[in-house]
């Protein structure tokens, strides 16, 4: 694979785990919903976002592969990758508690997602370009689907209302890492591949803050800001949730069905 | 509003859905979904009934809306055209080469 001039193969490498792992692992979390979501009609709803995420996820990890140039395909980096391996931030591989949780972080990262995907589509490495294109469109959906949520979640009774508010509070410290830019993304940034992830966060504040105050909610002072899984430092929670992802695939190496 | 109370399977209003599979063509019964309002019942619709591009329109219609003939009715309304051979239109010879969409 051609790589975009004055960009390093590692640090390619690199950015587009993060990409795609942040996808995979939302993807994840959220098909754990499936069986459990509060009604039908939103068990299929979630079950689709899930597999959208993975999708996207495939299709980042599948480039990553190419890029690393190692043989490695979507499913090895996907299921022979231990956590301290993995690039996602940490605001995906929290548990996924309950429904209040669930989508209070769902919608945040479709803010995020559909600003930085926007973004994205202007990359000049034209592969990832592509498939940020694709992934636009879906998340279009998803950020409806999730606005439209906290607007009920918020709005509905005093218990939806509180328990959407606990799910923000909790999570709030995970939101910078979003956000946060290192020597790797700084490169790439200025090579014109990457986006610069920070340039997101005043339109992000202002969109959630708009969503938030509509609902009925607060948007939580900020707290000591928690980092460290675009790098690979996990919480304890990811480990135990990539053992039960990857526990088909090790068990039964190059099986399909 | 009256709720159905002998069955209570949900707090909210069920929606009868419409789906349009292309432009042009009529928009078809495709089944219902629960939903809190208008919009809900919309994205409820999109993900149980066009989630694998079935549908280029979507109509939601609160089940309640709906006025429907009765089963008593079936006797009345439906039976007297089966006799009347008249109002079927098909004493006329129609040229082979005419396609009918």
């Known amino acids: ?257 | 509003m009256t709720h159905d109370t002998s069955s209570p399977d949900t707090q909210w209003p069920l929606w009868e859905v419409f789906v349009q599979p292309k432009s042009g063509a009529p928009h078809e019964h495709a089944g219902s979904v629960h939903a809190p309002d208008a919009e809900m019942a919309l994205q409820n619709a999109r993900d149980v009934y066009a989630r694998r591009g079935e549908a280029v329109s979507l109509w939601v219609v609160k089940a309640e809306q709906i006025v429907a003939s009765s089963p008593e009715d079936r006797g009345p309304f439906f039976d007297p055209a089966r006799d009347k051979v008249y109002r079927h239109p098909s004493f006329y010879r129609v040229d082979r080469s005419l396609k009918f969409e």
Request: charged share 25%; hydrophobic share 40%.
């Open chain 1, 1 to 257: 694979m051609k790589l975009p001039s004055g960009v390093s193969r590692a640090q390619l490498f690199e950015y587009l785990l993060r990409l795609g792992d942040e996808r995979l692992v939302l993807g994840h979390r959220l098909s754990e919903r499936c069986g459990h979501a509060p009604i039908l009609e939103e068990d299929l709803a979630l079950a689709n976002l899930a597999l959208d995420l993975l999708g996207q996820a495939e299709a980042l990890l599948e480039l990553a592969g190419q890029v690393e140039d190692a043989g490695r395909d979507a499913d090895a980096l996907a299921y022979f990758r231990d956590a301290i391996d993995f690039r996602n931030p940490l605001l995906v591989e929290l548990p996924r508690g309950d429904f209040g949780f669930t989508m209070a972080r769902q919608f945040l990262l479709d803010v995020y997602s559909h600003l930085h995907y926007t973004q994205l589509c202007e990359s000049r490495f034209q592969p990832l370009a592509d498939r940020a294109a694709k992934a636009l469109q879906e998340i279009r959906y998803h950020l409806r689907h999730s606005r439209q949520w906290m607007l009920r979640l918020g709005g509905g009774t005093d218990e939806s209302n509180a328990r959407a508010q606990r799910a923000l509070d909790e999570m709030w410290r995970f939101t910078d890492e979003l956000f946060a830019v290192d020597g790797v993304e700084a490169e790439l940034a200025g090579a014109g591949v990457a986006v610069n992830r920070s340039s997101l966060r005043p339109d992000w504040d202002s969109q959630v803050a708009e969503v938030l105050e509509e609902a009925g909610l607060r948007v939580p002072s900020d707290e000591h800001a928690v980092e460290g899984g675009l790098q690979g430092r996990h919480t304890e929670h990811l480990g135990h949730m990539l053992a039960e992802m990857q526990i088909l695939a090790r068990s039964h190496p190059g099986a399909s069905w």
